[in-house]
């Protein structure tokens, strides 16, 4: 075995904190982190909004959910509902992944709440849910975020909330939240 020099180790690990930097903004009073990863090449890869990890309770109306946040879901949606997968592959997939990842902090009940309180919408979550391809994309995004959600013991909290916005009986909704079937809620929210 070689002998490793200290002086390049500790020269290596300050080039890899070099390849991501992050970056705060204030959005309704919450604190919201930019998290700028750079591939090896130093060419910027991703950036993806991550919410604080210590935060305080909020309520439900107090989550965050910016009029350009609401114009991102209503892009992304309305691209998944008119568009058939080729064209979904060729002309959208980059900057769709880009959109997804931007919003990717917002709450899910907040993030479907406007969804399923906007009837356009709606119609167009049953078009992606008659498409396999795009569904599947969709659904696996979509449980990935609840089960962050899940595990942090944030869904449960806003729960009656969530419903009352949609005008659901939370007796609906809870069981595939207390099952964790994510597709299962979505089905629901679109035939409902």
Known sequence: MLPIDADILDANIQDNEKNQIIEEKIVYNQSIKYHLAFSKAGILSAIVKLPPKNEKQMTYTELPRPYEDEQKITD???????????????????????????????????????????????????VIF????????????????????????KLVIYL?????????????IKPFIDNREWEGLLRFLISY
């Open 130 to 153: 008659d498409d396999y391809f795009i569904r599947t994309r969709f659904v696996k995004d979509f449980a990935q975020t609840m089960d962050i959600y899940d595990l942090r013991n």
């Open 76 to 126: 992304l949606i309305t691209t998944l509902g008119i568009n058939g997968k080729i064209a979904l592959l060729l002309h959208h997939e980059k900057r769709l992944n880009k959109v997804g990842n931007e919003i990717r902090y917002i709450h899910p009940f907040k993030f479907l709440g406007y969804i399923f309180t906007h009837p356009d919408l709606k119609e167009y979550m049953a």
């Open 160 to 172: 009656d909330d969530f419903a009352n916005e949609l005008g659901i009986s939370v007796d609906k």
